[in-house]
C-alpha cells in the first residue's frame, strides 16, 4: 500500500522566526501535534504513521527554529525548544492539542506538558526519557552516529531497529517509504544546538524526571524493548512516576518502534487520545 500524506507547508510567522507546518487529516477533527526526533524533519515522519493518524486527526507536523523549512536559530536548550510549541499553537488558533513526541520531541513534550498544561489534553511520549543522570546510558555507538554531520543509512538501521530479521525487514519498509537521501540534512549548526540540548537534559538541567508527578494530563508512554538510544528503563521510570500513566512496550523493536508497528500504535494512540479524560477532570 501507497501512504500518502501532504507535501504542503505553510509558514507562520512567529516573533523568532517563521516555523513550516504541514497538516494532515480532517480540519474538523481535533489537533494531534507531533514533535520530531534529533535531527528529524517533517519529512522524517514515516508516511505510514502520519497517514494511520490522520484516518481520525488533525494532525500537525512542523520544523522547530533553525530545522528544515523553517528560520531563526535552533534553541540549545529543550526548553527553548519547547517554548516554540504555544507560539505555533497561538500562530494556528488553537488553544490545546493532544501531543506526540518522539526522542527529542519526548523531551519538548514532558516540557511544555509541565509548562503549559492548559495547552496539552493528552500526552504520548514515545521512545524518549525523563533527563537526569539516572538509568542506562545509549548505546556508545549513539554518540558517534550524533556527531557525523548527516547519519548514513546503516546507522540510521542500527539506531532505529534491532538486527533481527524483523527489525531488518522493518526498516527496509520503511526507507522504502521515507525515501531517505532524497532531502539535504539538517545544518550542522543545527545539529550542534540540538546536541548541547540533550547533553544538557541528560545532565538535569531542565530535566522532567523530578517533576513527572505534576504531569496532571493523561500520558501514554511507549517504547521499543530494545532501544539503544533512549532505553526502555527510561520510559517505565515516566510511566512509574506520572500520575495518569500508561506503558507500552514493543517486543523485538527499537528506537523506531512506532514505525515498525505503525498499525497497532496508532490504534492505540488514537484509542488513548480519543478519551474523555483531560487536564480539566
Given at each position: 500500500?501507497?501512504?500518502?500524506?501532504?507535501?504542503?507547508?505553510?509558514?507562520?510567522p512567529?516573533?523568532?522566526?517563521?516555523?513550516?507546518v504541514r497538516?494532515?487529516?480532517?480540519?474538523?477533527?481535533?489537533?494531534?501535534?507531533?514533535?520530531?526526533?534529533?535531527?528529524?524533519?517533517?519529512?522524517?515522519?514515516?508516511?505510514?504513521?502520519?497517514?494511520?493518524?490522520?484516518?481520525?486527526?488533525?494532525?500537525?507536523?512542523?520544523?522547530?527554529l533553525?530545522?528544515?523549512?523553517?528560520?531563526?536559530?535552533?534553541?540549545n536548550?529543550?526548553?527553548?525548544?519547547?517554548?516554540?510549541v504555544?507560539?505555533?499553537?497561538?500562530a494556528?488558533?488553537?488553544?490545546?492539542?493532544?501531543?506526540?513526541?518522539?526522542?527529542?520531541g519526548?523531551?519538548?513534550?514532558?516540557?511544555?506538558?509541565l509548562?503549559?498544561p492548559?495547552?496539552v489534553?493528552?500526552?504520548?511520549?514515545?521512545?524518549?526519557?525523563?533527563?537526569?543522570?539516572?538509568?542506562?546510558?545509549?548505546h556508545?555507538?549513539v554518540?558517534?552516529?550524533?556527531?557525523?554531520?548527516?547519519?548514513?543509512?546503516?546507522?540510521?538501521?542500527?539506531?532505529?531497529?534491532?538486527e533481527?530479521?524483523?527489525?531488518?525487514?522493518?526498516a527496509?519498509?520503511?526507507?522504502?517509504?521515507?525515501?531517505?537521501?532524497?532531502?539535504?540534512?539538517?545544518?550542522?549548526?543545527?545539529?550542534?544546538?540540538?546536541?548541547?540540548?540533550?547533553?544538557?537534559?541528560?545532565?538535569?538541567?531542565?530535566a522532567?524526571?523530578?517533576h513527572?508527578?505534576?504531569?496532571?494530563?493523561?500520558?501514554?508512554?511507549?517504547?521499543?524493548?530494545?532501544?539503544?538510544?533512549?532505553?526502555a528503563?527510561?520510559?517505565?521510570?515516566?510511566?512509574?512516576?506520572?500520575?495518569?500513566?500508561?506503558?507500552?512496550?514493543?517486543?523485538?523493536?527499537?528506537?523506531?518502534?512506532?514505525?515498525?508497528?505503525?498499525?497497532?500504535?496508532c490504534?492505540?494512540?488514537?484509542?488513548?487520545?480519543?478519551?474523555?479524560?483531560?487536564?480539566?477532570?
Amino acid at each position: 500500500m501507497i501512504w500518502k500524506t501532504s507535501r504542503d507547508s505553510t509558514l507562520l510567522p512567529t516573533k523568532d522566526g517563521s516555523l513550516a507546518v504541514r497538516v494532515d487529516g480532517d480540519p474538523d477533527k481535533a489537533p494531534l501535534l507531533l514533535c520530531q526526533r534529533f535531527r528529524g524533519t517533517m519529512d522524517d515522519w514515516d508516511p505510514e504513521f502520519a497517514a494511520r493518524l490522520s484516518t481520525a486527526r488533525r494532525v500537525i507536523r512542523f520544523d522547530n527554529l533553525g530545522i528544515g523549512e523553517s528560520s531563526g536559530e535552533t534553541p540549545n536548550t529543550v526548553r527553548g525548544m519547547a517554548e516554540v510549541v504555544p507560539l505555533l499553537l497561538d500562530a494556528l488558533g488553537i488553544d490545546a492539542v493532544d501531543l506526540l513526541g518522539w526522542s527529542l520531541g519526548g523531551y519538548v513534550g514532558q516540557t511544555v506538558a509541565l509548562t503549559w498544561p492548559e495547552r496539552v489534553r493528552h500526552l504520548v511520549i514515545a521512545g524518549s526519557g525523563p533527563g537526569g543522570p539516572d538509568g542506562p546510558p545509549p548505546h556508545p555507538r549513539v554518540a558517534e552516529i550524533a556527531a557525523k554531520t548527516a547519519a548514513a543509512r546503516e546507522d540510521v538501521q542500527f539506531l532505529f531497529f534491532t538486527e533481527t530479521a524483523a527489525g531488518t525487514a522493518a526498516a527496509r519498509r520503511h526507507f522504502d517509504r521515507i525515501c531517505l537521501g532524497e532531502r539535504p540534512p539538517v545544518a550542522a549548526e543545527s545539529g550542534r544546538r540540538q546536541r548541547e540540548a540533550i547533553a544538557s537534559w541528560w545532565k538535569g538541567d531542565g530535566a522532567a524526571r523530578p517533576h513527572l508527578g505534576k504531569l496532571s494530563m493523561p500520558v501514554l508512554v511507549a517504547n521499543g524493548i530494545a532501544d539503544v538510544m533512549v532505553p526502555a528503563e527510561h520510559s517505565f521510570a515516566i510511566a512509574k512516576k506520572a500520575p495518569r500513566a500508561k506503558l507500552i512496550l514493543y517486543p523485538d523493536a527499537g528506537h523506531a518502534f512506532l514505525f515498525q508497528y505503525a498499525e497497532d500504535f496508532c490504534a492505540e494512540v488514537l484509542r488513548f487520545t480519543a478519551s474523555s479524560e483531560t487536564v480539566d477532570e
